[in-house]
């Protein structure tokens, strides 16, 4: 399974770094004159870049297309913002792909070569300073059990948000 965004930071990391005051590395965002946009407040200036240049833009592209186009969701700039207008649908398509592995080669085969791949890849020579090779997900999921077994690390913007949330709405805020 592979869930991502096809541009070098997907936008709920630009809010993220809007919400705690940080700015964006330069890479994430252009500003519509072609520059580098790194403060993320003025993200409705600016927009992501694709991973991979060109190819990255033709991957965006159809998988935009795909993902809504073809589904009759919306695209791009149509996408609803749920943030700016709460209560509207956001009209968010999705893309599911699922193959039937078997039809392709045997399962069994399949998988000793995906594992021959991932040796391969684990094996690779590294670059300096590089302790290891990490196959996509690896980290998010290492992290989700961290964070299962610790806690989920809070921003302190996030923090007195929802603390004057709470005194808004008269409720405990979280201790």
Do not use: C
Not at 46 to 62: C, D, H, Q, T
């Amino acid at each position: 399974m592979l869930d991502m965004a096809p541009t070098v930071a997907a936008f709920g990391k630009v809010r993220l770094k809007a919400q705690r005051g940080e700015e964006m590395p330069i890479g994430w965002m252009i500003g519509r004159d072609g520059k580098p946009l790194t403060d993320p407040k003025r993200a409705d200036d600016g927009l992501l870049v694709p991973v991979g240049e060109y190819k990255g833009y033709g991957l965006s592209l159809i998988i935009g297309l795909l993902a809504g186009t073809l589904n009759r969701a919306a695209f791009g700039r149509d996408i609803v913002d749920f943030l700016k207008e709460p209560g509207k649908a956001a009209n968010t398509g999705h893309v599911v792909i699922a193959l039937a592995i078997e039809t392709f080669a045997p399962v069994d085969a399949f998988k000793r070569e995906i594992d021959n791949a991932v040796r391969l890849m684990r094996g690779a020579e590294r670059l300096p300073g590089v302790e290891r090779i990490w196959l996509p997900g690896e980290q998010s999921h290492l992290k989700r059990l961290d964070r299962g077994k610790h806690g989920v690390p809070m921003p302190k913007p996030l923090r007195a948000a929802l603390d004057a949330v709470a005194r808004d709405l008269a409720i405990e805020p979280l201790p």
